[in-house]
Every structure is written in C-alpha cells, then in structure tokens.
C-alpha cells in the first residue's frame, strides 16, 4: 500500500515562520506538494539514507520495515510537483533478492544507463546472516519495481569473495559513477565506497570499481578494490564520504584514530586516480589530515562535494554544535568556516558557487536548518545572507511520536534544494523530502550533477 501525508503535513509541517519572507531564497518551495514537504510510510517504518534525481523524478533510497518482516531495501519516486511516480519498491526482500533475509539501500544515484543504482547490504539464510555489500540497479523505463537484468544478469550483485568481506560485515555507503564525459574512462565506471567492520570500533575502507553491467572492473587497480589507506594513517573509524571530479579523480574523506594521541579522531581527505592509484601529488602520499582548533576537538568527517570549479568540499563535525567547511584546491585549505549548526550531515554545490549544509540547530531545538554559504572563485566561504534569516533557513516537521527528524543529504535539483531524511510518527518512522525556493534556478544539468560531476550520493554513518 502506497499513501503519502499530505493532508497530515498541510497541519503538523510548520516551517518557522519567522525566518522566512514570501518566495525568499530557502523558504519552503509551494509548488513542491502545496507547501514544500511531503512523507510516506508505505504501510510500514520508512528510514531514508539517500536520495537520487534526474530531470524526472527525486528518488528517495533507504529501507522499509513492514509487519513482520525485517528491514528491506526501499526506494520510492516524486515529481516535480511532490506527485508519487509509480516507481518504488516497498516489499520483502526475499521478493528481489533470492534467500535473502533483509536489505538496506544506504546509497543511491542515476547511472549513465538512466536507471537508479543502489548500494548497501543483503545478509541471507544460514552461514551468511553478516551484512553483505549488495549493489542492484533498478529499471527506471516503465512503472513499479523491477531489477535491471543487463545489471550483473539480473539486477543486482553480491561481493563477499575477498578476505575483508568474507567474515566480516561489509556494506556500501557511497557511490559514484565517473563517466566518459570525464577524460579518463572509454565507458562508465561504478565505483561503490565500501566499509568493512574488522572490530569493535575498528573499519577498513575500500573503493570497489565495476563495469556498466555490473562486472567487477579489472582496470581498476587491478582486481577491481582498492583499500582507502596510507602509511601512517592509524585506525579508521565508520564515518566516511566519496566524490568525483570533473576528471575522474576520487575523493574520500575519511576518519581515522589518532595514532599519536590517544582518544583523538580526526578527518582525513584521500585523492585517488580514476584507475584507483593514489593521487601522490596531493597532499602526503594522496592524504590530506584535516584539523582546526585544539587538538583535542573531534572532527568527524559527514560528507565531501566537488565545485565545477575545482574546490573539494570538505563538511565536518567539530564538536557537538559547530560544523567545519574546508575549500580545497590543493592540500591546502583555500579556506576555512567555523560555524554553529549540530550533528551536521550533508553538504551541496550549487552551480552558481553556493554552499549548502544540513543539519540540525545548536543547543538541540527541534527541528533542522540548511545554511548557506557562498564560495569564493578564491575559495572564501562567507555567510549568505539572501537564504533564510543570515544564511539559516529553519524547519520542523511533527509526525507524531517525540518530533524529531534524522536529515539525510541535501542536493540540488532543477536548481533547488531537496533535503531527504525520516521523521518520526506515532507507530514508527516516515521518509520525507522538503523543498526549498530557489533565486538561482537553472536547467538541470548546470548544477554539481553534470555528466563529469556525477555524484549524488551521500556518506552515512552507522554506531559503533
């Protein structure tokens, strides 16, 4: 059963009036579902980790938990206008995936194919209960839920043959696509960012590069898996991102232990070559540490976008209430912004240079905020005053339950905003999208997501 709350959100959606003027850059987007906001339940408990757009739809990737079953990957489709499109899954998992028991869709995006492909995990009957990295691709060309059978034969792939992910929990959390527009492939590449648990507290990062058609790709870096490391980098932990720029480099921003200072986390930047070498021009050995302030602030990495310019984008927590921006063209900083949002999680580009981060307020008010900062041909991050109120546009969504919201990503479509993410209700958890107006609204395309820029997914994070 497929419904969506739109009486409910027209009463219990209530944007902080105060913030925002008529039609102002950031105030809900009215002709988004009458009032910017819409969510679904699908006849079950939705969690939504990411989303996916193209010039049709927004689809939202994540899981859906329905009675008496266990979680199941779920993706659902909107229109422009906030209307469902009859494509979506919302069903047991066993009905896509042969034997499997439960399935999470963490990453999304819309390949070169046109068809949504998505990453997480699978686990089975059995010897093979462990979370598995899971890739599937859905047929976007007609209504419902149907796997792409050109994607690895039938739709979707398991890969649990390596020593890192044969025993251990593994699941996609990222995934881009570098496309031929690029420069640096003769036919598109997947590449999935993969996080193997190898401890309590203890992670192993790996790109996983494959074919169009779902293959493993042996031309990158050999087998097709290149692990996300560098000498002297310490213990990674689960917080990590993945991009691509417009010539196929790969950027991951990671997070590690402090070797040389117990107690201490830190955010790394690595630059990978499209063929999964390391970039060594950047920074030491492809690495880039990332700090700001006293040692002893925690910087855990959220997500990292690339400008059509060339700035990579670093968004970072640094403590519970501040949030980190980094502007990179080089291994140093062009810049630097400090500014107070809490348990930051998602960061966007506009194409006319315009920095977009999701969170929710400082000091744990209910509710979230997309800032706005602009960035600088030079690099500078300033605050945007023509979004919301001083760059801060303030929502709060009431479901039921205890009222609160978990933001997924922000990304730009047709020119506006979308934030993704699962609100709380009565009986469980709802997925929801809001829409923001947008002054600088563009053709789709001219945004971060171009052909070279394909990179619309959203790093999660998972507890220890």
């Known amino acids: 059963m497929r419904r969506s709350l739109f009486f409910v959100l027209l009463l219990a959606v209530t944007p902080f009036a105060p913030t925002f003027a008529g039609g102002i850059d950031g105030s809900p987007d009215t002709s988004f579902s009458g009032n910017g906001v819409l969510s679904w339940t699908d006849g079950g408990s939705v969690v939504v980790w990411d989303v996916a757009t193209n010039s049709t739809g927004a ?42 028991t439960s399935s999470v869709g963490h990453a999304g995006m819309i390949d070169s194919s046109g068809n949504l492909v998505v990453g997480g995990y699978a686990a089975f009957l059995g010897t093979e209960t462990t979370p598995r990295v899971l890739v599937t691709r859905f ?24 020593t890192w992910c044969d025993t251990e929990e593994c699941r996609v959390i990222d995934l881009v696509e570098i496309r031929p527009e690029t420069g640096a492939v003769l036919a598109p590449r997947i590449v999935a960012l993969v996080l ?62 402090d070797p040389d200072a117990a107690g201490d986390y830190d955010s790394v930047l ?27 602030l925690d910087l855990e990495p959220r997500d990292v976008a690339i400008s059509a310019d060339g700035f990579a984008v670093s968004l970072i927590r640094r403590s519970i209430d501040q949030l980190l921006v980094h502007a990179y063209r080089t291994a140093t900083p062009a810049s630097t912004a400090i500014r107070s949002q809490r348990f930051v999680e998602a960061v966007a580009i506009q194409g006319n240079g315009r920095v977009l981060t999701v969170g929710e307020p400082a000091g744990g008010s ?28 303030s929502y709060d969504l009431d479901l039921g339950g205890s009222n609160t919201e978990q933001t997924g990503p922000v990304v730009i479509w047709n020119g506006r905003p979308l934030v993704a993410g699962t609100a709380e209700t009565a009986t469980g958890t709802a997925g929801f999208l809001l829409r923001t107006n947008n002054a600088f609204v563009f053709a789709d395309g001219f945004e971060q997501d171009t052909a070279a820029y394909w990179s619309d997914s959203t790093g999660v994070d998972f507890p220890q």
Request: some cysteine; charged content about 15%.
């Open 59 to 100: 689809y939202a990737v994540g899981h859906i938990t329905l009675a008496g079953e266990e979680a199941a990957l779920h993706f659902k489709g909107f229109n422009h206008g906030g209307g469902t499109l009859d494509q979506g899954c919302a069903q047991a998992s066993d009905t896509l995936i042969t034997l499997a």
């Open 139 to 162: 047929d976007l060309s007609g209504p419902g839920c149907n796997l792409d059978d050109s994607f690895s034969g039938n739709g979707w792939a398991i890969f649990d043959d390596e």
């Open 196 to 257: 193997s648990r190898v401890g309590v507290s203890a992670y192993r990062l790996f790109l996983l590069g494959l074919t169009a058609s779902g293959a493993i790709d042996g031309g990158f870096d050999g087998n097709g898996w290149a692990e996300v490391t560098a000498a002297g980098i310490g213990t990674l932990r689960q917080h990590a991102s993945l991009a691509v720029d417009g010539i196929g480099r790969l950027y991951v921003l990671g997070d590690r232990v």
């Open 270 to 296: 690595f630059r990978y070559h499209p063929d999964g070498s390391p970039d060594v021009s950047f920074g030491a050995g492809g690495t880039v540490i990332l700090t700001a302030g006293p040692d002893s």
């Open 366 to 393: 209910d509710g979230f905020q997309l800032r706005r900062l602009t960035l600088g041909s030079d690099g500078a991050l300033l605050d945007d005053a023509e979004f919301g109120a001083g760059g801060v546009g």
